[in-house]
T-cell receptor, first 112, second 112 residues
Framework: GQQLNQSPQSMFIQEGEDVSMNCTSSSIFNTWLWYKQDPGEGPVLLIALYKAGELTSNGRLTAQFGITRKDSFLNISASIPSDVGIYFC????????????FGTGTLLAVQP | DAEITQSPRHKITETGRQVTLACHQTWNHNNMFWYRQDLGHGLRLIHYSYGVQDTNKGEVSDGYSVSRSNTEDLPLTLESAASSQTSVYFCASRGQGEREAFFGQGTRLTVV
């Protein structure tokens, strides 16, 4: 099945560092979503983006909807230990499919 | 508060047995989804429903079935459990016309 290309696959950083991850697709999306999954839990929605070029923040998190509609970026500033988890992007496509396509996830580890 | 719950959280079953995983949401969402999560594959769509009596196959539907007799519930049935179905299963729901999906906490299924 179709999946988004999400990178990097994993990141190991020091507390206080900034983090950047991205998703790319060969298809155009009309919505980009970013989720975080804590160990043993379900994905939790962090940020939703609805139009090309949109830049949205949620605390230390900032995400952007790419101009081409084929990519999105998530930045985390001044990371803290509780940022640890897996971050997923998800795209919603134009047309009748009405389904979300998920990226393969970015594992983030933060060392205090 | 409205929510989405899955049960059980953990299940061990034997090969060949029928297993049903429950998903219940109190948001009155029309759209409900079942995903499985495996290392290296991210979240893959098993089945989905856009309303009562509506069910559709996702990309990895073989060996699974769902039924939608009311708005709140979408149980997932493994007709004859196989070791390849050992995975973590997530249910999600989404409101009509909305693009954001909300996830349950997951069910870890082990088939021995």
């Amino acid at each position: 099945g179709q999946q988004l290309n999400q990178s990097p696959q994993s990141m190991f950083i020091q507390e206080g560092e900034d983090v950047s991850m991205n998703c790319t697709s060969s298809s155009i999306f009309n919505t980009w979503l970013w989720y975080k999954q804590d160990p043993g839990e379900g994905p939790v929605l962090l940020i939703a983006l609805y139009k090309a070029g949109e830049l949205t923040s949620n605390g230390r998190l900032t995400a952007q909807f790419g101009i081409t509609r084929k990519d999105s970026f998530l930045n985390i500033s001044a990371s803290i230990p509780s940022d640890v988890g897996i971050y997923f992007c998800a795209g919603h496509q134009y047309g009748a499919t009405n389904k979300l396509i998920f990226g393969t996830g970015t594992l983030l580890a933060v060392q205090p | 508060d409205a929510e989405i719950t899955q049960s059980p959280r953990h299940k061990i079953t034997e090969t060949g047995r029928q297993v049903t995983l429950a998903c219940h949401q109190t948001w009155n969402h029309n759209n409900m989804f079942w995903y499985r999560q495996d290392l290296g594959h991210g979240l893959r769509l098993i089945h989905y429903s856009y309303g009562v009596q509506d069910t559709n196959k996702g990309e990895v539907s073989d060996g699974y079935s769902v039924s939608r007799s009311n708005t709140e519930d979408l149980p997932l049935t493994l007709e004859s459990a196989a070791s390849s179905q050992t995975s973590v299963y997530f249910c999600a729901s989404r409101g009509q016309g909305e693009r954001e999906a909300f996830f349950g906490q997951g069910t870890r299924l082990t088939v021995v």
